[in-house]
C-alpha cells in the first residue's frame, strides 16, 4: 500500500492531536488516491482501546473503498497486540499503526491479515474482543464445528441491566441440562460478583483439546477467561461449582 508523505503527516499530526487517546480512522481510496480520514474512537476506555461506529464505517465507505484501519498506540510499540491481531482478522483489512512516544510519533508499521486466531488456553483478555463468550464462539466453532452468534456487549454489561447469556440461550440453540449429566462441550454459565449469570465456560469432560494437541488432556475441567485474566482450564468444583446457575447443551452437539 503506497501512502504519499502528506497522508502519512495527516495521520501522525491526528495520533499526536488525540493524545492521550488512542487516534483511529480509514485509509481511503478515491480516484487512485489513497488519503487519510480519522473517525471517532468510540471505545469506553480510548485511552487503551479503540473502537469505530458502524455509522463512522458507512460515512467512511461514502467517499471512497476503505482499503485500511489506522489507529495508534501511545507509549507502545507499533507491533500489534493479541486483540489487534484478532480484530484484524475480522476486518479483513490491513492495520497501520502508529508509535507514539513522550507526545510525538515516532514511526508505523503496516500489518496484513495472516489467517491468525487467537489459542483458547492462554489469551490474554480484553472485553469484546477477546473474552468469557468470545472463547465459548471460537470453542463451538473449531472444536465442534457449531458457529455461535455473536452479541454487542459493553463492559460491565450485566451491571447495566443486559441479560446476555439468559436472553439468548434459546435463539443461539441451548437447551437446559441437569448438572449430573455433563458431556464434551456442555455450557456452563456462573454468576461472578455480579446481579445476573455473566460468566460462561466450556466443560471438558475427557479434558482433551482437539485443535490444540500439545496441550496435557485435563478431565471434569471447565475452559474460560474470566475477566482481566489469561483464559485457562479449571477444575470443575469449588467456587465453580457454586457460581454455576445454567447447565447448557446446543442442540447441534455431537456428544449430545
Not at 491526528?14 to 493524545?19: G, I, K, Q, T, V
Request: some cysteine; proline content about 7%; aromatic content about 10%.
Amino acid at each position: 500500500m503506497r501512502l504519499s508523505k502528506d497522508t502519512i503527516q495527516a495521520i501522525y499530526d491526528d495520533a499526536s492531536a488525540r493524545l492521550p487517546n488512542e487516534a483511529c480512522g480509514f485509509i481511503v481510496r478515491a480516484d487512485r488516491i489513497n488519503r487519510y480520514v480519522p473517525a471517532e474512537n468510540a471505545a469506553a476506555n480510548p485511552a487503551e482501546d479503540f473502537r469505530i461506529s458502524a455509522e463512522a464505517w458507512a460515512e467512511a465507505e461514502d467517499q471512497g473503498k476503505v482499503v485500511a484501519i489506522v489507529h495508534s498506540h501511545p507509549g507502545q510499540s507499533a507491533r500489534l497486540s493479541h486483540a489487534d491481531r484478532v480484530s484484524m482478522e475480522a476486518t479483513g483489512l490491513p492495520w497501520l499503526v502508529v508509535e507514539v512516544r513522550e507526545g510525538e510519533p515516532t514511526g508505523h508499521l503496516i500489518h496484513e491479515p495472516t489467517g491468525y486466531q487467537a489459542p483458547l488456553v492462554g489469551r490474554p483478555f480484553q472485553h469484546g474482543v477477546l473474552d468469557c463468550y468470545t472463547l465459548v464462539r471460537d470453542y463451538y466453532q473449531r472444536e465442534l464445528g457449531i458457529q455461535l452468534p455473536d452479541y454487542v456487549r459493553e463492559d460491565g454489561w450485566w451491571d447495566q441491566g443486559q441479560d446476555l447469556y439468559a436472553d439468548n440461550f434459546a435463539a443461539a440453540g441451548f437447551e437446559p441440562v441437569s448438572p449430573d449429566d455433563l458431556r464434551q462441550g456442555d455450557l456452563i454459565v456462573m454468576q461472578v460478583r455480579a446481579p445476573v449469570a455473566n460468566h460462561a465456560g466450556v466443560y471438558l469432560a475427557d479434558g482433551v483439546l482437539k485443535t490444540e494437541p500439545d496441550l496435557h488432556p485435563a478431565p471434569g475441567a471447565i475452559l474460560h477467561h474470566l475477566y482481566g485474566r489469561d483464559s485457562k482450564r479449571d477444575p470443575f468444583g469449588g467456587f465453580w461449582r457454586e457460581a454455576a446457575r445454567f447447565y447448557m447443551r446446543h442442540k447441534d452437539s455431537p456428544h449430545g
